[in-house]
């Protein structure tokens, strides 16, 4: 027995704005349909006693922490401006 209908395909790609072929149609029903039961397969293990996860690998942050350092002043950050007007860079207006 099928776990996801012609017709549930049909209306998912309808919904995501796809055309789908008839044969295409069919081929994702089996497609989908090996995918669930595939799927399934997990209710029949064992999983008392493990932890939920959502990624198999164990991972960390590695960003630097974050520290205060010394950074241009605005006299540096200014020295090469071409154009510059009451401390900041002066640039060409876009707004009419």
């Known amino acids: 027995m099928s776990r996801i209908s012609k017709e549930q395909v049909?209306?998912?790609?309808?919904?995501?704005r796809l055309h789908v072929s008839e044969d295409e149609a069919d081929m994702f029903t089996k497609q989908l349909d090996d995918i669930i039961?595939?799927?399934?397969?997990l209710n029949e293990l064992d999983t008392e006693g493990v932890e939920?996860?959502?990624h198999v690998l164990d991972?960390?942050?590695v960003t630097r922490k974050d520290e205060p350092k010394h950074w241009l002043t605005k006299e540096e950050a200014?020295?090469?401006?071409?154009?510059?007007?009451d401390g900041q860079f002066r640039v060409p207006s876009i707004l009419e």
């Open 10 to 16: 049909k209306h998912v790609a309808h919904l995501a």
């Open 37 to 41: 039961t595939f799927a399934e397969q």
């Open 52 to 54: 939920p996860t959502t």
């Open 59 to 61: 991972l960390k942050n």
């Open 78 to 85: 200014l020295k090469n401006a071409p154009e510059k007007q």
